[in-house]
Structure formats: structure tokens, C-alpha cells
């Protein structure tokens, strides 16, 4: 009875959740007469695909999802390095400082990004960044989330493979690169995932870094298509629902590793 229950529950928690998507795949297939008719018309009778036609060929949409694919891209292929490389430092080297240096790192984690918006602005300015990718690749890679999360799984490992891998001779790197990197695959697959999907819904610092309309991400460059008088929401959800589209597939790709990756952490727990 409990289990019966607990699925009736599921299905209703799913069902909820999927009806703003639904909702939005309905929105971009009707005309722009159709979207305030009441009631409203969730299955339309006659699929309209000119939203999707006006998004592709009056706006640079593709432009935008290549720069959002790039800049996230980037920014997860190289936070992973780098994050897992200070997760090993912090985690199982030994210098001066190491604790304090970590407090500090963690301390960074509670200062708001509004803080620090506009001293970040004046910085990538004065360097002649700004409508780059590097304007929108090298903030994000300060946010200190992915070495706390690889520190907590490489502390995990225990210390008697690296001490008989120092005794063999192997480096420190070699210890990293060939020990450490494949026992910790599922902590870079989720810090992959969530560094990805931070990187393409952002839309704050790509907003105040970027006012060329070729280089902005599908987050302002949608929000460009607003108008003072009118709103066209047959693009927006056009555009919402081709946005979906690299983001389920980049899930779908990792899906394994990501569950493996949280029933591991289940476990440890």
C-alpha cells in the first residue's frame, strides 16, 4: 500500500512539474493570435512553425548557441582540470598554509556575486575584454564550488595508494593523472555537469560583459528580443525549447556516470 502510494505520488510530482514544458512546446507552436485566448488551447489544431522560422532565420539564434556551447564548453573542460587539481593539493599534499589557504578558498564561496559585479566589470574593461570570450570564460573560472567538491571526494581515497605509488617512484603528477583522476570519475562527471549547466543558463555577467549582438549567449540574446511595447512569446518559447535541446542531450550523455556519480555519494553517506 505504502509503495502504491508513494508512486501515486511520483506520477503527480512529474505530471506537475512537466506541464510548464508542455505549456511552452504548446506556446511555440501557435500563432501569435492564438497565445491569449480563453480558455486557453494547450493542443493546437494547427501546428504553426513560424516561430521557429522567424527564430532561425530574423534573429541570430544559431550564432548564440554557438557562443553559449563554446563558453560553456571551455569553462567546464577547464574548471575540471584545474578543480581537480586543487582538490589534490588540498586533499592529500602537504605545505604550509594548507588549511588556512582552504578557509579561505571556502570563504570566497560566501561573498555574493553582486558584490562583486561591477569591480569585475572595470577589470575585464580596463583589459580590452570586453564582447570576447575571454570577458566570459575567465570569471567563472574563480568560483572556488569545484575544488571544494573534488576535495571531498579525492579525501575520500585511501592514502595507501598514493604512498605506494611515491615508493615506486611516481610523481606527484603521475600520481594525479593515473591514480587519482580514474578513482574520482564520478565527481569530475558531476562537477562537469553542474560547471555546464551553471555556464549556459547564465545570464547576470553575460548581460553586463556583452552588448555585441554577435557574441551574446541565448540567455541575453533572447532577452534582446523584447520589446518596449510588445513581447513576442511564440519566439521566446521557440527559443526556450530549441535551448532545451543541447542541454538534454549533454544529460543524456552523462547520464549514466551523473546517477552512478550520486549513489556513490548515497553510499559514502
Given at each position: ?14 505530471l506537475a ?6 505549456y ?5 507552436l501557435?500563432?501569435?493570435q492564438?497565445l491569449?485566448?480563453?480558455p ?5 489544431s494547427h501546428?504553426y ?9 530574423k534573429?541570430p539564434?544559431?550564432?548564440w548557441?554557438l557562443?553559449?556551447?563554446v ?5 567546464t573542460?577547464?574548471?575540471v582540470v584545474?578543480?581537480s587539481?586543487?582538490?589534490?593539493a ?10 588556512a ?6 570563504m ?9 559585479l ?9 583589459f ?9 570564460i575567465?570569471?567563472?573560472l574563480?568560483?572556488?564550488?569545484g ?19 611515491r615508493?615506486d617512484?611516481v610523481?606527484?603528477?603521475?600520481i594525479?593523472l ?5 578513482l ?10 553542474l ?5 549556459y ?10 552588448n ?7 540567455t541575453?540574446g533572447?532577452?534582446t ?6 513581447v513576442?512569446y ?6 526556450a525549447?530549441?535551448a ?7 544529460f ?6 551523473f ?5 556513490a555519494g548515497a553510499?559514502?553517506?
Open positions: 500500500m505504502l509503495t502504491t502510494f508513494s508512486y501515486a505520488v511520483t506520477i503527480v510530482v512529474a512539474c512537466s506541464v510548464p514544458l508542455f511552452i512546446l504548446s506556446t511555440s501557435k500563432d501569435q492564438l491569449f485566448t480563453y486557453p488551447n494547450w493542443i493546437p501546428l512553425w513560424g516561430n521557429y522560422t522567424s527564430l532561425l532565420f534573429t539564434f544559431l550564432r548557441v557562443n553559449t556551447l563558453v560553456a564548453s571551455s569553462v573542460l577547464i574548471k584545474f578543480d587539481m586543487a582538490g589534490y588540498f586533499a592529500k599534499m602537504r605545505f604550509p598554509f594548507r588549511n589557504l582552504f578557509v579561505v578558498v571556502i570566497t564561496m560566501m561573498i555574493p556575486f553582486s558584490a562583486i561591477i569591480p569585475l566589470y572595470f577589470i575585464i574593461f580596463n580590452g575584454l570586453l564582447n570576447t570570450y575571454w570577458a566570459l575567465l570569471p567563472p574563480a568560483n572556488p564550488i575544488i571544494f567538491l573534488m576535495r571531498g571526494f579525492i579525501e575520500g581515497l585511501p592514502n595507501d595508494l598514493e604512498n605506494a605509488a615508493l617512484g610523481s606527484e603528477f603521475g594525479y593515473r591514480i587519482i583522476l580514474p574520482v570519475r564520478p565527481g569530475l562527471v558531476v562537477l562537469a555537469v560547471t555546464f549547466l551553471t555556464q543558463t547564465s545570464f547576470i555577467w553575460p548581460l553586463v560583459a556583452v555585441d549582438q554577435s557574441m551574446q549567449l541565448i541575453t533572447l532577452a528580443q523584447r520589446s518596449v511595447w510588445q513576442n511564440g519566439i521566446f518559447s521557440a527559443g525549447v530549441m532545451l535541446v543541447p542541454i538534454v542531450a549533454f543524456l550523455l552523462l547520464q549514466k556516470q546517477i552512478a556519480a550520486s549513489l553510499l559514502k553517506q
